[in-house]
């Protein structure tokens, strides 16, 4: 069997769905296929464990992508044709301490700062001049975030012309503890901002990364942070109506194992069943640099295949609980914090500590004090479980490659880690017990790469490691970082492992748009019809 499409899409993780639905209301003839059972990748929201508790497998809270224009003039029409809404948090991020004293960052700033100065003025006054250069360097930052990036010459040089620019390329080359430390005098406000930036799974001493930094206050303080209504997959829904309703197909169960590639250019994808799928106009897929090789073969010249496998993913990766609860999770530190969209707790008291602990995960050890986040969605969506009942969301960082026994033991020992993180978050609730808990499900990163081993390779759900030398046009390598694949005309590539990173961006417009220039068609005029 075979079928002819103007394109086809390998992967219906959101990105590749983003790019396929733009260039379906370019009136593309597109179809995606998905390995999986069920479109969305990363975010996707499925009754795990019992009827009527529904988890985000991946990504839960959506933030980078509230900047992109696909969200912010619904150039898709994923809110007004498609049914995409979100809920928008006054708390946006929020810490529980040791003693359950607690931090609360608001998404008004003069709130976030009043919270700050509850342990130091100067922090709280250091934290306001951050956040509102924060949202004045955000226009300039964002217009870069979800369209083709400059070269890397260029960026750096246009950088370097302004006094903003240069202390962002300052920031960039940096670390995050560099920057904070030493801007702010109290450990729990240091504490505090840190484990917000390492939620990108980047370590907070590891250089080329201090960007975040100031890239967050800006985000959370102008467009606060969301989740769909009804979870994270309610993104992958809208994209789904917005693909079909523009006459596009989505086939599940389909898995792709080669690209073909005849004379030099990508007419197509060969599928498990040997099933081959063209695309007169070329080819679009979420390949990760490490796995070039597997669907290109002998297509891409050595070099370049060599410096994609040389691609560093990110140090640590993520172990998720996710629990079914009669009752709804109530916290001993109040009712406040239960509205953080995101919420971090401390099992230790220093930034020493801290450190200590994150070091763990580069030697690939767990550390004894679990690096924990995550919390009962139902506070902010009660929709995602049955009336009274909640749903907790339990995020532990943790290695890859475990020293004793590699990636492979996690089989062994995931549920024994799950129980003891579980003991952990019972300092923080009093309603983690036996009987109030009806159903886990638990996924180790080895747990994670099986779920999309084209995109999450070696646990990594960003793809790629947020270095310097991994960002912008240089993100994966400087090959593959124009969303093309030297030697190989009409593969665009698609995925978190691409610019601008991992998340949900909607960086699949970024695709579409190189697509749409080589194709000859005016992006502009055709998200306006």
Known sequence: MSGTYDVVVMGAGHNGLVAAAYLAKAGKKVLVVERQAWPGGGVVTRELNTPGYRH???????????GNPMITEDELGLFSKFGLKYNYSDVPYASIFNDQSFLITYKD???????????????????????????????????????????????????????????????????????????????????????????????????????????MPGIIHTYGVSQPVGGSGGLTDALVRCVEHYGGEIRLNAEVTKVIVSGGKATG????????????????????????RTFLGANVEDKVVKRAERVNTSTFSLFVSHY??????????GPEVATATMLEYYTFDSLTEMLDDFDCLRRGRMPKRPLTGGSDETHADPSRAPPGAGIWHAITMAPYKLEDGGAARWDEIKEEVADYNLGFYRRFTPSLTDDNIIARTTWSPLDMERSSPNSFVNGDMHGAAPFMYQTMAHRPTPDLGNFTVPGVDGLYLVGPF????????????????KMFDDLGIDFDRAVRA
């Open 56 to 66: 985000d497998l991946h990504s839960s809270v959506h933030i980078m992508i509230q």
């Open 109 to 215: 700033l003069d709130r976030a700062c009043a919270e700050i100065a509850k342990f130091s003025a100067k922090d709280a006054d250091t934290y306001r001049a951050f956040a509102v250069r924060s949202m004045a360097m955000l226009p300039m930052f964002v217009s870069g975030l979800y369209a083709p990036p400059l070269p890397m010459g260029a960026f750096i040089a246009m950088l370097d012309q302004s006094e903003e620019g240069r202390e962002m390329l300052d920031a960039m080359s940096r670390s995050s503890v560099d920057i904070i430390d030493s801007a702010f005098e109290h450990p729990r406000v240091k504490m505090h901002l840190l484990k917000l930036v390492t939620e990108n799974l980047q370590m907070p001493d590891e250089l080329g990364t201090g960007m975040g930094i100031y890239l």
């Open 269 to 292: 994808l060969q599928l498990a069943d040997g099933e081959i799928v063209s695309g007169r106009d070329g080819v679009i897929a979420a390949i990760h640099p490490h796995r070039l």
């Open 324 to 333: 079914d609860l009669k009752k709804q999770a109530t916290f001993y530190a």
């Open 498 to 513: 691409m610019h601008p990173g991992g998340g949900v961006y909607g960086a699949g417009r970024a695709t579409a748009i």
